[in-house]
Every structure is written in C-alpha cells, then in structure tokens.
C-alpha cells in the first residue's frame, strides 16, 4: 500500500522543510484514516460482516496509530519553523501553480482573468518574516504599490505571521477586480461618450459637457482613479445651477444598487434642465407672446411669471391678472395658475375659467411650454364668455340665424332679449316661443302676468331692443 511506502520511507537525505513538507502528506493521510473509520459503522451489515468490520477497524486503527507515531517522530526531527514553512509550501502548492527553484525560492503564477498572467518571483528563506516579493514592474505600472491593497503584508507580523497563501489570494482578487472595474468602466465611458461631449483631460480624469436650453454648456469632472469609487466635482456653472457637488450625490448614499456613471450624469443634466427651463420657458413667452398677454414678469427666486390676460366677455373688453407658482413639480407637473378678474365678471365664466384651469394638467408634459398654456386659457377666455340662449344653447338663431350677441366693434343685427325677471339671454324668436307655449320663463319660472304698482294686472317688461 501506498501508506505502507511512505510510513517506511527514509528520510536521512531529506532536507528540513522536506522533512516538515512529508510530515504534512502525513497529517493529510492521517484525516484520510479517520474518515474511514468513522465511514465504517455505515457499511456494517451492509456490506462488511461483523468479523469484516472489527478485522478493518483494528486495521485502520493500527495504521492510524502508526501514522501518528511517524508524523511525532518526525517533527521531532526539524524545527518549529521548519514545520511552519512546509505548511505554508503545501497551502500553496493546493491553491496555486508554483516551481521551486532551491534554497526556498520559488515562482508563482497568478491569473487575473484570461488575458492577465502574472508570473511572480518570491522567497520564504527568512521565514517567519515576510515573504520577500518581487513584483514586476507591470504591476506597479497597472495596480500600483500591492501593499496598499494587500492587508496581510501591511500588517504583517512575525510572532503571529498571516498564510502565505492568502497573500496571493489578496492579490489575485484584487486584480481580477481591477481588470473587471477597468472593462466596466470602458463600457461606461462608451455609453457616457455617445449621449455627452467627453474629454481626458489627464490619466483618470474626465471632463463631461452637459449642454442645456439656450446651448448653455455646464461641466462636470470624474476621477476614475479608484473606479467604482469615482470622485465628482462640479465646475462653478454647474454648482450655480444645482449646489454643490456634496450636496447632490448625498442623494446617493443609501442606494441599494449603486446607480451607473451614464445614470448619474442624467440625473444631472435633468436638474439643469429643470433649473434652466423657467427662464427658457420665459424667454419663449416673452419672443412669442400676442397683445393679448401683457405685462409679463418673472421672479426667479420665487419661480413665479405674472401678467395679465386680456380678452373680450360679450361685448365688453376684460382683463385677468394672472400668477404662475413653477415652484412645485414643474416642469414634470403644469404651474398653478390663480386668475383675479379685473372689474365685474359673470360668475359662470369664472366657473368655467376655473374648471379649464383644474383640466389643464390632463395634457402636459414635462415637454410642454408655459405660452401654450396661456393661450389656451386666453382661448377659454373667449370661448367662456360666449352667451348662448338658454333655450336653444347656440350662439346663432335657429329662426333667423341672427347671432345672440355681437363683440365689441362690429356692427350688425343681433336677434337678443332677455327675461325682466332673471335676465338670462334668449334669442328673441326662442322667447316668442315660451311665452307662446308656457307664458312662462324657462328658467326662473315667473309669469309674464303680474300685479302692477297700483293693483292693477300689468305686463312684465321685455326688452326687445336690437
């Protein structure tokens, strides 16, 4: 047997940490024979017989016993350190490709992904101290100083010395991260450049150029040096536009996932965008703008646009002073507008000016201008004030095709009257009608017929007026 060979083997010609390296195959033989034994009450009755099971029991206890008197033997013959150095050479050996070159100097092989090898000088003569490294210059070139992300040589200690092996595995991790960082960032900066005007303006820096309304140009810089970890810094227009950089990738902090580059410079350019819209949204109004919207004002701290509305109700001109709140939502929701009528204004039209205004936010987007919106409230204006007859609901006489009113400064015929009583607008042939089929109102119900002054029946008044 295997174990037979090596429990017999002669060790007079075998160096120290050759020696401490055997004693390991040993110990590693020694678990092996534990397993068994402890595997053997399982295969009792199953497959082994009683006799079979006690004859291989105080086999493998024997053989157990006899590994155990070698392997103290053993490491009665070389040094602690000896010991210790051959089972850090065998941890290694379990986890990595290495040679030994004689006089405990070796090469190891480290991967870091496919296209990645790195082939790495070390030595562990003066073991319990630090392995003596020889990284290559490509290294340092690619990942800097390894000691600046390998913890177990920073804070290595003599008296309590880290794995060896972990040393490596440190390394190994941290640049089959880095190379992973580095294609993640190289696809980000692909996807950056296509939306964005990117420049390198040194290694591992950028410059983003955000461009806004008016093509104002807005500038935000990234430190890539410690990729994902990104530095950002915000050039004096953009901190103007949306504070400071602190500030705005707070926002950022207790993100589950964190959010990409791409992702980041959207957010930014949106906040810009959002900033920069109610003076663009401004500007439009005021180069755009009919006679019928006057007086136009902005207060940016307030985000507020003031001015009137002017349009005609009936036949007389009216004027609306208006205030515009941007201050909640805008431009993803409409402004709130308030409307003051200036002098007397049928409560109706109001009514209906109001219920337009509470609709409005049905059709806008965070696309839409504010000038559009002014002018359809300057359209409901109109459209509001139109007085319809009350019995037939049209503007134009369904008789004479005469229209109910006329706006101010046009001259015509116009087939109007109204009730004395309520005052609501008929055409003159609808009240003909009423009066012909219920001698009544139609809408306040009152008779034609009442008591004059003096007692006497009388007629209410009608004004037939043209």
Known sequence: MGRTKMAQENTSNLSPRKIGELIEDLREELEETRMEINLLDGRLNRDLKRDEYNNEKERLNNYMKGLIDRITNLQKSISKKDRDLAREVRQLENYFQIEEKGGDQFVIYLAAGTEHLYVIDFSLANYPQAPEIKWPKDVYDELGDPKRFIKQLRDWDPAYPAAVYEVFQAFESFAFNYYNAVQGLKDELRLIEGEFVMALLKDNYIRVTLISFNKQEYNVELDLERYPDVKWAFAPETVAQIGST???????????????????????????????????????????????????????????????????????????????????????KPPEISLTPVGDIDAEVLAKLETFIAESGATWSNTSFFLDLLNQIHMAVFKSSIITCVLCHKLYCPSCDEALFLPKGVKGKTCFVECANCHRPYHKHCFEKVVSSIGKCAVCMQSFLAQGKDGDPATLKLDFST
């Open 246 to 332: 602190e500030d705005f990738m707070a926002r950022y902090a207790n993100a589950k996932k964190a959010p990409t580059l791409l992702a980041i410079l959207h957010d930014i350019a949106w906040a810009i965008d959002k900033n920069n819209r109610l003076a663009f949204d401004y500007k439009v109004l005021v180069n755009n703008v009919s006679e019928a919207i006057t007086e136009l004002k902005i207060d940016p701290q307030k985000r507020l646009i003031t001015g009137n509305i002017n349009g005609e109700l009936k036949t007389a001109a009216v004027r609306f002073e208006f205030v515009a709140d941007f201050s909640k939502g805008y431009p993803e």
